[in-house]
Structure formats: structure tokens, C-alpha cells
């Protein structure tokens, strides 16, 4: 876990899983693949599981550490925690008793408040009513183009006290997006050797139909082979809108 985190929407990360297996488009650069490689032959313990060499990589499978699960609780001070950073806490691999152990944990440590993402958001449907979900937890899904528009009607089925989108990398347009019970959005370009070039119209065409629904926008970064390399400004300003943290 780390006490700090460089993504901008998030103060910290915590990753009871790791690892994972690419399911689309969104995946096909995926930083957390890359690192995890990176990690394993630093020789670093929750990076030597390898994945399916089709889908995932060496580090990169998914791995599960009971060990991570009491992290949280040694933080005193509040933080908005990014839960599964290095993984998706919904991939089929993970036991719906060890999503249960994770939700416990945030269940009881209602100081943080807790954001999670998931590609995998038909499991996410179908695991919910099973949940205890409270209230210091935000429930998000990725969406990288308008073929993954049917994560966002799944979500909708969560009852998380915020859900969000992560539009990130936006690598297509998504022109009209249905924002009905979805309390944040976050779009963002790629970065990375061989990311994808985001054109400036579909992130204006979020921002405006967040503006339109009164959803908060937040505009993480146009991308570039470093995340940094080409800004945070979309129209010659900052867009760092959030929900409220439950109090």
C-alpha cells in the first residue's frame, strides 16, 4: 500500500489483490501490467505469481494477500483510498469471500473513504445484493469507448453511495452518455510508449454533458508517453470536480 499516491484523484492506494487479465480495448496498454513485470524482477513478494502469457504476464497473476487486509486500519488519519490499483477486486478469480473480507475492512474503517474500479461489471451486478456496501465506499467502472457502455447501465444496479466513471484511457467518443445515478466522472488520455492519442472533442463532450447532468468532472490528464507530458488543462483550465465525502 501506498501512503501516497501520483494519481491525481486519489491520496492513497491499497491492494489486498494483484494482478490481472486484459478483457478489452482499455486494457491493451495497461501500466499495471507493465509494472508488475518491473516488480517481479525486483524481486518484490506480491509480484512473483505469473499470469497467462495471452492475457496478463509475469507478476501479473492474480494473486490474493490475506496479509494486506489490516493495512488500512493502521491508518489513523482520513484518506481517499484507491482499493486495487494493481488489479480488479471483481475478476473471477478473486472469492467472493475474500471481496466480502475486503469490504469488511472498509466496513470498519469508516475514517478513509474508498474508491474502487472494475472492468468486470457484470459480476460486480450480480455480486452486489450480496455486499454490505457502506456508506465510505465509491463504486466505479471503466469506460474507454462506446463499446463498453453496458458497465455503466450495471453500475447503476450498485447501491455504493457514489458511483463513478472512469473514462480513462478515453480512446473513443462518447457522445451522450446516459449520467442518470452516476455521481462522478473522471476522463483522461493514455499514457505510456504506445499510447493512444485522445482527440480534444470527446473530452469536451463529457466535460459538457457532466456540466448538463450536474455530475462533478474531473479531468486527470491528455496523456503522452509520460502522464504528465502533456498537461492537466482542458480549455485553458484545472477540472478537479468531486462528490462530498460521507461525513
Known amino acids: 500500500m501506498a501512503d501516497k499516491s501520483s494519481i491525481e484523484w486519489t491520496e492513497a492506494t491499497w491492494n489486498p489483490v494483484t494482478g ?4 478489452s480495448s ?3 496498454n ?3 501490467l507493465t509494472l508488475s513485470k518491473r516488480l517481479k524482477a525486483m524481486g518484490a513478494e506480491k509480484y512473483q ?3 497467462d502469457p495471452r492475457t496478463s504476464g509475469p507478476g501479473f497473476g492474480v494473486t490474493t494477500h490475506q496479509g494486506a487486509l489490516d493495512q488500512p486500519r493502521r491508518w489513523r488519519a482520513p484518506r481517499v483510498v484507491f482499493v486495487n490499483s494493481m488489479s480488479d477486486l471483481f475478476h473471477a478469480k478473486v472469492p467472493i469471500a475474500f471481496v466480502k473480507d475486503v469490504f469488511d475492512v472498509m466496513r470498519e474503517t469508516p475514517q478513509h473513504t474508498y474508491q474502487i474500479l472494475t472492468k468486470r461489471s457484470l459480476r460486480l451486478s450480480r ?3 450480496k455486499l454490505d456496501w457502506p456508506t465510505n465506499v465509491w463504486m466505479g467502472v471503466s469506460v474507454e469507448d462506446a463499446s463498453a457502455l453496458e458497465r455503466v447501465d450495471h453500475l447503476r444496479t450498485v447501491p455504493a453511495a457514489v458511483r463513478f466513471l472512469s473514462c480513462e484511457p ?5 457522445d451522450g452518455i446516459d449520467l442518470h ?5 473522471i476522463a483522461g488520455g493514455e499514457s505510456g510508449a504506445n499510447y493512444r492519442v ?4 470527446w473530452a469536451r463532450g463529457i466535460r459538457d454533458d457532466c456540466r448538463d447532468a450536474g455530475v462533478p468532472f474531473f479531468f486527470k490528464q491528455w496523456g503522452g508517453r509520460t502522464p504528465k507530458q502533456l498537461g492537466r488543462e482542458l480549455d485553458g483550465r484545472l477540472w478537479d470536480e468531486m462528490p462530498r465525502r460521507a461525513v
Open 127 to 129: 455480486m452486489a445484493e
Open 30 to 32: 495497461c501500466y499495471a
Open 170 to 174: 478515453l480512446i473513443g467518443p462518447l
Open 49 to 51: 505469481n505469473d499470469g
Open 181 to 185: 445515478d452516476i455521481g462522478w466522472v
Open 26 to 28: 482499455g486494457c491493451d
Open 20 to 23: 490481472c487479465d486484459r478483457v
Open 198 to 201: 485522445m482527440d480534444i472533442n
